[in-house]
């Protein structure tokens, strides 16, 4: 895909076409991030059933059409986190993208009950977790409200368990596939390694500088500034 380019600028050093190719993917997540956060928040507070009319008439007149979602894409536009990660050769952009997908797919299912939207979200946090393992953490959202219809809708006790147990199968499936590098002997040994860190057993130049400070006043401690 980016060859044409690379041809075309004569771009022949292996680590700038690495630079380029992650800074675009970063990138293009990133803006996706906009039309997106107006989708969501239209479909918020979009007039959906009698109702809910009651409750629409005492949101602020911006809330009641498109302007929720300009507005909404207007503060994603200009966040400064958002834009400092749109330029980073990382795969953040497309975990917060991803993030996101799954928040809409699972209003979805909240308003429709269609399970697609429950196995969509269960995808996306798949595609989340290639890039931040921690995305994991996700499933809870999709499952517990697959499980919350239990409570009104027994009758189908096995189908919403069925759903709910093939939905943890396919993320943890898909999460491998896409990326293996997650039951490699490499990736445990990097968890040890943060792990390490976090408990400051592993002593490294860029922590040391936290130790015997205050988090909140670290930047104001003079003494912590090397």
């Given amino acids: 895909f980016f060859l044409p380019f690379f041809q075309l600028f004569k771009v022949t050093d ?18 996706s991030m906009i039309p997106l956060s107006f989708v969501i928040a239209r479909s918020l507070v979009t007039k959906q059933s009698h109702e809910n009319q009651n409750a629409l008439k005492r949101l602020p007149r911006f ?12 503060l994603v536009t200009f966040s400064p986190g958002l834009i400092q990660q749109a330029h980073f050769g990382t795969y ?38 290639t890039a931040k393992i921690n995305l994991l953490i996700l499933a809870i959202f999709p499952v517990a409200l697959l499980l919350a219809g239990l409570k009104q ?17 396919l993320l943890f499936t898909l999460t491998i596939a896409l990326s293996p590098n997650y039951i490699t002997p490499e990736f445990r040994n990097s968890l040890i390694y943060e792990r390490g860190l976090v408990s400051g057993t592993s002593l490294v130049f860029y922590t040391q500088s936290f130790f015997d400070t205050t988090p909140v006043v670290f930047q104001l401690d003079r003494k912590s500034v090397v």
Avoid: E, H, M
């Fill in 14 to 31: 292996p680590f700038a076409q690495a630079a380029i190719i992650l800074r675009s993917i970063s990138a293009f997540f990133s803006v």
């Fill in 63 to 74: 809330a009641r059409n498109d302007s929720a979602g300009l507005i909404a894409a207007f």
């Fill in 92 to 129: 953040d952009g497309l975990a917060a993208f991803c993030s996101i997908t799954t928040f809409y797919f699972l209003l979805r299912f909240l308003k429709t009950k269609k399970v697609t939207f429950y196995y969509l979200s269960i995808i996306f946090i798949a595609l989340g977790a």
């Fill in 153 to 169: 809708q027994k009758a189908i006790f096995l189908r919403i368990s069925r759903d709910a147990i093939l939905g943890i199968i």
